[in-house]
């Protein structure tokens, strides 16, 4: 991670440390959502802070809590990619493989890209495809389109 990460991560858990112990609690964690918008029960609280927790102590250190901001980041794009394959894959009737597995097609690749203004041919796409069509099977599953997309 580097420097200036690492310490956007300090004022941020600075903030959190209402009072100043060094350490996060779940009723801080929990007020300091709360001014964010964000909402969160006191159960769940403390449910993320012992899942957290990494010393046993019942608080959130500043590596516990990077380690949790990590994680839910990482969730949301996991969450936004799902977002964009399902949209590419609702281009193309034949999206459903044999195993009823989702995946982008050379086609529906085709008719997402024209629809965000970028004209390929069937078999450009079938070129883009391939670069990150890890099993061969022409076409891209999720974890193909993570790859493509990271």
Same mark, same amino acid.
């Given at each position: ?28 964690? +929990? *007020?300091?959502? #709360? !001014?964010?918008?964000? %909402? ?5 609280? $403390? &449910? ?18 990077? +380690? *949790?901001?990590? #994680? !839910?980041?990482?969730? %949301? ?5 799902? $977002? &964009? ?44 495809i391939s670069q990150f069509d890890l099993n061969g099977d022409g076409v891209l599953n999720f974890d193909e389109f993570r790859n493509m997309m990271a």
């Amino acid at each position: 991670m580097d420097e200036n990460k690492k310490k956007q991560y300090e004022r941020v858990f600075s903030h959190f440390d209402e009072n100043k112990d060094g350490k996060i609690s779940p009723a801080e964690l +929990r *007020l300091c959502l #709360g !001014t964010i918008g964000g %909402e969160i029960s006191e159960s769940e609280a $403390e &449910a993320v802070v012992l899942l957290m927790d990494s010393d046993g102590d019942g608080l959130l250190g500043l590596e516990d809590f990077i +380690r *949790l901001v990590e #994680g !839910t980041e990482e969730e %949301e794009k996991v969450k936004d990619l799902k $977002e &964009a394959f399902k949209m590419y894959e609702e281009m193309d009737d034949e999206c459903k493989g044999s195993t009823g597995s989702s995946s982008i097609t050379p086609r529906s690749l085709k008719r997402m890209l024209s629809r965000l203004g970028e004209k390929k041919s069937v078999g450009e796409c079938e070129v883009m495809i391939s670069q990150f069509d890890l099993n061969g099977d022409g076409v891209l599953n999720f974890d193909e389109f993570r790859n493509m997309m990271a």
